[in-house]
C-alpha cells in the first residue's frame, strides 16, 4: 500500500475557480492557480483542475492556465473537462499536464482510453468517472457534470475502462458532491474491490475526519478535496495530521 | 557568475516541459536537444523518460544517440538520468523480453513485485509519495546528488519496473513497497539516476535538482 494521496480538486470555468453543489449551481471562489499555489505550498499531493463546462462546448480551456501554473508548481496535475483526443491530450500535456482524466469522451467511445494510454502510457489516463446512486449496490455513469445518464453500470464501466488500459479512476459521487455530507463509502469501496489500479475518491467532503472512513473502509487510494479548502475549513496540513493520527500513511512534508 | 547550462535529451518520449521547468526554476539555462554532437559538448546532461524500456531504446537508436551518452558519461560529466532514463543506465531490462541497456551502471531492471513481503497483493505501478531511506549510515547521503535531503524525504514515485545494481556501492537511497526495498538514487561517479521525478516531488525534489545544477 502507498501513502494515502491527498488532491486538491480545482473546478474551473473560463477563468474562474468555481464551486457548486451536486456539481451544479456554481459560485465563483477565485483565480484558480493563486488557489493552486496555496494548496501546492500546503502540501497538497496533487492538483486535479477540472474544466467544468468543457464538454458543453467540447473544448478545454485550461491549457493557459496550466501553463502559468506549471512554471512554479512542481507535483503532479491532471487535467479533465472536455479532452476528446490523442490531439487534445498531447495540447494538455505540453502545457505541463502530467495526467488527463477522460468522462465523456469515453463514453461516446471508450477506444480513446486505449489510444491514450498506448501512447502516452496508462500512468496518464485516468478515467473520471461521475456515479449516481440508483438503487441499492447501483450507480450509474453520467456525464456533463452529472447532466446526461449514460444507462451504464458504474463497476461494469469502471472494469471495462481499466481492461482498456485506464490506470488510475477518479470516482466522484453526484449525490454527495458539494454537499459536506462524506463520502459515498460504498461506492468508493465496490469500485476499489473491483478494480487493481488506484482509485481517487472524490465528493462530499465536509470535514478532516471524513476521510478515513473511505479510506480504512472504502479502500480509496486517493481523495479528492475542493469545497473544505476552498472555503478554508480546513488547511491540507491539518487534513495530513487526521490521518496520520488514525494511522493511514500519508507523505512526510515538511512545511518549508 | 554564469548561469549553470544544462542540457535535456529530447528522444521524443515523454513530457519534457515540467523537467524544463524544474531546471530553470532552480536556476538553470534548459536546453532541449536531439543532437549528438550538441549533447557531446554540454555541460551537464540530463537524460528522461516515460513509457516502456524497449521503445526508449529504439528512439535512442533512432536518433543515434546511444554511444554519444556513453561517451559524455565517460567524459566524466554530470548526468542525471530521471525515472525510465534511470533504468537505461543498466546492462538490460525485462520488460516485454530482455532487451540491452546503455550498461553505464551494472545491474539490471526487473518488475515492481506484485505481492508484499508477507505475499499480499499489491498495485501496480507503483503510484505515489514515497520516503527515501539511506542503504547504510544516515550521513551516506554527503557528496550525494541527496546531500540536502533528509531521512524520510518523501518523493513523487510512477513506475512498474526497477533496478537492481549489481553493486552495493552504487545504492545511494532506496525506497519500501510492500515491504520490499526499491532503489530509489542510484549513482556512480558523475551519474546519478533517481526512479522518482524530482521535477514532481515539490521542494525535496527542487533540492536534488539545484544541487545538479551546482555540481
Known sequence: MTNLRLLARLDVKGPNLIKGINLEGLRIIGPPNEFAKRYYFQGADELLYMDCVASLYGRNHLSEIIKVAAEDIFIPITVGGGIRSIEDTMHILRSGADKVAINTAAVADPKIVSDIARRFGSQCMVISVEAKKIGEGYWEVYTHNGRERTGLNVLDWTKLCVSNGAGEILLTSVDREGTRKGFDVELIKAVSSAVNVPVIASGGMGKPGDLLSVVSEGGADAVAMADILHYNRAEIGDIRIVAEKAGLGVRHYENT | ?215
Request: one cysteine or more; hydrophobic letters at 40%.
Open chain 2, 1 to 215: 557568475m554564469r548561469t549553470p547550462e544544462v542540457t535535456v535529451i529530447d528522444y521524443g518520449v515523454g513530457n519534457l516541459l515540467s523537467v524544463r521547468r524544474g531546471l530553470e526554476h532552480c536556476g538553470a539555462n534548459v536546453s532541449l536537444t536531439s543532437n549528438p554532437k550538441v549533447i557531446y559538448a554540454a555541460h551537464k546532461v540530463v537524460l528522461p523518460g516515460v513509457g516502456a524500456f524497449p521503445n526508449a531504446m529504439d528512439a535512442l537508436k533512432k536518433f543515434d544517440l546511444i554511444q554519444v551518452i556513453q561517451e559524455f558519461a565517460r567524459a566524466n560529466k554530470p548526468l542525471l538520468a530521471i525515472c525510465l532514463g534511470m533504468q537505461l543506465l543498466m546492462d538490460e531490462s525485462d520488460e516485454f523480453e530482455i532487451t540491452p541497456g546503455l550498461g553505464l551502471i551494472p545491474g539490471r531492471v526487473v518488475a515492481v513485485p506484485n505481492q508484499t513481503v508477507s505475499g499480499e497483493k499489491q498495485k501496480i505501478p507503483h503510484i505515489g509519495w514515497n520516503s527515501l531511506y539511506p542503504i547504510s549510515s544516515p550521513d551516506g547521503w554527503v557528496g550525494t546528488l541527496l546531500q540536502e535531503n533528509l531521512l524520510g524525504d518523501a518523493a513523487y514515485f510512477v513506475h512498474s519496473f526497477m533496478v537492481e545494481p549489481t553493486n552495493q556501492i552504487n545504492r545511494v537511497a532506496d525506497t519500501i513497497y510492500g515491504g520490499h526495498r526499491i532503489s530509489a538514487v542510484i549513482a556512480k561517479d558523475n551519474i546519478t539516476g533517481c526512479q522518482f521525478h524530482p521535477e514532481k516531488s515539490g521542494e525535496v525534489g527542487l533540492k536534488i535538482l539545484r544541487r545538479f545544477i551546482a555540481q
